[in-house]
């Protein structure tokens, strides 16, 4: 989704998925994919909290005008094509889940590496062109300073504001990763037809409670996603030739309309509750005019809605991707669901924080990572 969200988890799926203590182990399944400099400590080893290794307006100093130079970037391009901050947003999730917020999604192929953006649930993501502008803004100012793992976290916390949502704590410091991981985004990115106990687990072993990634989910209340997505819950549900009987009736006929009926639907292995893997065909390559879903449903209830209108749209069977549905299937997260759709600043208050650790995942400062002078790009390959 192109957040789809969500993701964010569609913030965001088509925001958050896109918009999980599971079986993953970064710091030691990704240790190979990384230089020296950036291997990680082990769990029993003594080290700070990500959190603790940024600070608040961390270019005070070395470039004043960082923060400015991004916010009024943002929101100009906004003002220009409001679909950008769904797209920030999702591609800040894609980024953080998979080895921390250090930019690697942004990296282009390169001889030592391929990208993450070849990996399949990455096929969709946006908005790397508005965020290689803003780096070069940057670099005209202050050159060699300011990374693109802040300028990505700074970005999509604009565009969470610009679409209605709260502010949110975003410290900054972080580093660059000198290498791309497209394996680990192939297999540890949950995919929109998981079930509840794929998404938990995916979540939870980044150290998301339940409740956390109910929040975070709240942000596939904006953005797009693409048929491919769903088809199959309104066709050909796990195999049955037919719908999904849990989706709204008055839901499933609209989207059937948009969606119409494809000879290449077949039932998605991620509800069998094993993990997504490249081999599952849970992604596939989104056509340039393949149609899209507005999550958002023509902005209803407007942006003081952002995030409400996505749980009352589960409570009523409307969720539109099947991950996103599946919040209402157990308590854990259904109670949450309930909540969040009453209290609007209850959701507020925890999503921001949920957003808040997200972009302290896996951080590097210096002296691991870089400061590249393009995002796509590594600093040895100029």
């Known amino acids: 989704m192109d957040f ?13 998925l896109g918009l999980y203590t599971g079986t993953f182990e970064p710091a030691i399944e990704l240790a190979g994919n990384l230089s020296l400099s950036e291997k990680r400590p082990m769990k029993n080893e003594s080290v700070k909290q990500d959190s603790e290794l940024l600070t608040e307006n961390f270019y005070r100093e070395s470039c004043p005008s960082a923060e400015r130079i991004i916010r009024s970037s943002i929101r100009v391009m906004y003002d220009a094509k409001p679909g950008i901050a769904p797209s920030l947003v999702r591609l800040l999730f894609h980024d953080c889940f998979i080895g921390g917020c250090d930019a690697s999604v ?13 990996a399949p649930p990455n096929l969709s993501l946006k908005g790397f062109d508005v965020l290689e502008t803003i780096k070069s803004k940057l670099e005209n100012v202050c050159p060699g300073v300011v990374s693109c793992a802040d300028i990505l976290a700074l970005a999509a916390r604009e565009s969470v504001q610009l679409t209605g949502g709260p502010r949110f704590l975003v410290k900054t410091g972080r580093r660059d990763r000198t290498t791309a991981l497209k394996d680990a985004a192939g297999r540890e990115l949950p995919a929109p037809q998981a079930n509840l106990s794929v998404v938990l687990r995916s979540f939870a072993s980044k150290g998301f409670t339940a409740r956390e990634t109910v929040a975070l989910l709240g ?51 991620a509800t069998t509750g094993s993990t997504p893997s490249l081999d599952d065909k849970t992604y596939t390559a989104v056509p340039l005019k393949s149609m899209v879903i507005d999550l958002s449903f023509n902005n209803e209830g407007g942006q003081a809605d952002f995030g409400i209108r996505y749980y009352r749209g589960l409570m009523q069977k409307k969720g539109v ?29 925890d999503f921001a924080k949920a957003m808040t650790k997200l972009t302290n995942l896996q951080i590097l400062t210096a002296p691991l990572g870089e400061v590249r002078k393009q995002c796509s790009k590594v600093l040895n390959t100029f």
Not at 226 to 250: A, I, M, Q, W
Request: charged share 25%; proline share 6%; with cysteine.
């Open 321 to 349: 991707m099947f991950a996103d549905q599946q919040l209402m299937a157990k308590d854990e997260t259904a109670r949450w669901v309930r909540a969040y759709a009453h209290d609007s600043q209850r959701f507020r208050k």
């Open 219 to 269: 942000a596939h209340s904006i953005g797009i996603t693409h048929c491919e997505f769903f088809e199959d819950r309104l066709y050909n549900f796990s195999g049955t030739g037919k719908p999904d009987p849990e989706l709204n009736p008055v839901l499933l006929q609209e989207l059937k309309t948009k969606c119409p009926f494809s000879a290449s639907i077949s039932p998605p292995s």
């Open 4 to 16: 789809v969200g969500l993701s964010l988890l569609s913030f965001v799926v088509a925001l958050f």
């Open 106 to 118: 942004l990296l282009d192929t390169d001889k030592a590496f391929a990208s993450e953006k070849e």
